[in-house]
């Protein structure tokens, strides 16, 4: 077994909790079978052990070089990107005639999970290159589609998206970078971008950017704002490639992540930036939602992936490292006894336990979102799409915020696991702590995620999405009932939705009175809230289907691994779900000390 990841879980999750053989079913996805996915999760842990693992952390120590103008990374970034393409995974959910091997989204989740774990970093690259080529494929004519994906989607170019500017942060609506129509067609840019992930590097051959930016002339906020290709070379007649004053002002020193470049780029310092529109003018946030949305998830992903390693090399350690000896029943230790492996205690048993609870509680939340992203796309059912596309709409801020926010709580237990020595570079804890910091800012904060959780996911369509959610989730405690052991944990279940229902009738009184700021000022406190219980739904989930395997005696991996299942499904109903309490008690509260008041300031 991997010494980052576990493959038996996610096949396990794949299988028997979630049933990808209902997403095999889509006509889209006919070819593949459950030994084909296996077949890929068996390949991405070989590809993961042979070229992922063995550099994370010699990247790290490399790190990310500005030397006048130009970005210096790990040449192994190039070759990845290389072997990314060779190997098909940039653009392996494209249509066959576009290239692609048209894999389902629950599968690429398993395999992003499997190489994330073994190097959270370097896979940035690839990822944004998916996310750019497939905006491009979606929104993009056939001629920019033919000129710039295929060298993408073979690792030659690298993609990114360019959203923020040095003035604007978050805000979106306050843009500033411009685009001037020029008789050729194209666009003349304009602007600044920061925080450019991958924006600039000496790997590639080319970097084409996905930018956001403004027509002269256009609407102001979010309604006139364009998407355009801007290459940092355009391409030429002939084919060869000339510079497009896209030009790096500046590399950002980072806490973590430090082997994938974050870029300060100027477009068209010199006038000679050209730019190519996407679709429609004045629709470019409506087409990079689609870009973003997919960036949340693989957030997500690489949050949990990054929270996993964290775990199997704290669970490593701790079976290895003998210190102490247990307690007798009299309280006192007997030194006569040799030592025992620090696992053997229990304070050290909970932190491994919380971390596997929250490890495994996000990877099957981000399978459960990709399977109803792949619903979404491609069942031929029309109702069922819509279904699948309210769950996915209120899954995806969870399944971005949850495994950011408590996966740093999970690796920091990990590094406690280690003692001082996880303080140390001499393990690799102190890298994970470094590197799942940024996941709760990138792709929006956890304070923009929980606002669109509560304001706009909990409330679309009248509530569609948290009605569906709420069905989605009495099935599972419906299932759970079935076994007698599993009972108490599904009726606690039950409970958390009723509470849910309270918090949610509290929270809408105020937004259905206009008080807006009211409505949302404890948002990411409703986030944590809802997240817990959304978990718990998950680990229910896992228990019923590992009950039924240890009941059945159609146990795939054996009878320990479906007990441990159901185990740290009840330590998470011990020690996760209890938090609810509190976090509900915050929600219905109704003194309010965080909006300002006119009359004073709390910070003067």
């Not at 409703?526 to 009950?547: D, H, L, P, R």
């Amino acid at each position: 077994m991997s010494q980052y990841v576990n493959t038996d879980q996610i096949k396990f999750l794949l299988h028997e909790v979630h049933d990808v053989e209902d997403v095999l079913k889509l006509p889209r996805y006919a070819d593949f079978d459950n030994e084909a996915i296996d077949i890929l999760v068996d390949s991405a842990e070989d590809f993961a052990d042979k070229e992922l693992y063995p550099y994370f952390q010699e990247i790290d120590q490399f790190g990310v070089k500005y030397e006048n103008g130009e970005i210096i990374v790990h040449p192994r970034v190039g070759e990845l990107m290389k072997l990314s393409g060779e190997n098909g995974f940039i653009g392996s959910h494209f249509d066959y005639e576009d290239g692609g091997t048209q894999t389902p989204h629950m599968a690429l989740t398993a395999l992003g999970v499997i190489m994330s774990s073994a190097d959270n970093t370097v896979l940035s690259y690839t990822g944004l290159t998916t996310g750019a080529a497939s905006l491009i494929k979606s929104f993009g004519d056939r001629e920019q589609f033919n000129r710039f994906v295929p060298n993408m989607m073979a690792g030659k170019w690298q993609g990114t998206m360019c959203l923020t500017e040095p003035q604007a942060g978050s805000s979106l609506s306050d843009i500033k970078t411009t685009a001037t129509l020029q008789e050729n067609g194209s666009y003349k840019i304009e602007g600044q971008k920061i925080f450019i992930t991958g924006g600039e590097h000496n790997q590639v051959e080319n970097i084409v950017h996905l930018l956001l930016a403004r027509i002269e002339g256009a609407p102001l906020g979010t309604k006139g704002i364009s998407l355009f290709i801007v290459p940092k070379h355009r391409i030429k007649e002939d084919g060869s490639l000339e510079y497009n004053d896209v030009f790096c002002a500046g590399e950002f020193i980072k806490m973590g992540q430090r082997g994938a470049s974050t870029t300060h780029l100027v477009f068209g310092e010199n006038q000679n930036c050209s730019g190519y529109l996407v679709g429609d003018a004045n629709k470019g946030l409506k087409y990079m939602f689609q870009m973003m949305n997919g960036a949340r998830l693989d957030v997500g992903v690489t949050a949990l992936s990054i929270a996993n390693a964290a775990y199997h090399k704290s669970l490593q350690y701790a079976k290895e490292r003998p210190q102490g000896r247990r307690l007798a029943n009299s309280g006192a230790k007997d030194v006569n006894k040799g030592q025992v492996t620090i696992i053997e205690h229990p304070d050290v048993r909970r932190m491994l336990l919380l971390q596997r609870a929250v490890v495994d509680g996000s990877i099957s939340l981000a399978l459960e979102s990709a399977k109803y992203l792949d619903i979404s796309h491609h069942s031929p059912d029309e109702k069922e799409r819509m279904a699948a596309h309210n769950l996915l709409e209120i899954l995806t801020p969870i399944t971005k915020t949850y495994p950011s926010e408590m996966g740093q709580i999970s690796v920091s237990n990990g590094l406690q696991v280690f003692g001082g020595y996880g303080f140390t570079c001499d393990f690799p804890l102190e890298q994970y702590h470094r590197d799942i910091r940024i996941t709760a800012l990138y792709e929006g904060t956890t304070g923009i995620q929980s606002m669109d959780l509560l304001g706009r996911k909990v409330t679309m369509n009248n509530g569609a999405a948290m009605f569906a959610l709420a069905a989605e989730v009495q099935k599972s405690i419906v299932s759970a009932q079935t076994y007698h052991d599993l009972k108490p944990y599904a009726q606690i279940l039950a409970e958390k939705q009723k509470v849910m229902q309270e918090v949610l009738g509290k929270l809408m009184s105020f937004a259905m009175a206009g008080d807006y700021e009211r409505f949302l000022s404890d948002a990411t406190i409703f986030m944590e809230f809802m997240s817990t219980i959304v978990i718990g739904w998950q680990w229910i989930k896992m228990a019923t289907s590992a009950k039924e395997a240890l009941v059945t005696s159609n146990m795939t991996y054996g009878a320990d691994f479906y007990k441990n299942q159901v185990h740290t499904m009840k330590f998470f109903f011990k020690y996760e779900m209890p938090k609810t309490l509190g976090l509900a008690e915050t929600l219905m509260n109704d003194e309010v000390l965080t909006i300002k008041k006119m009359e004073e300031e709390v910070f003067a």
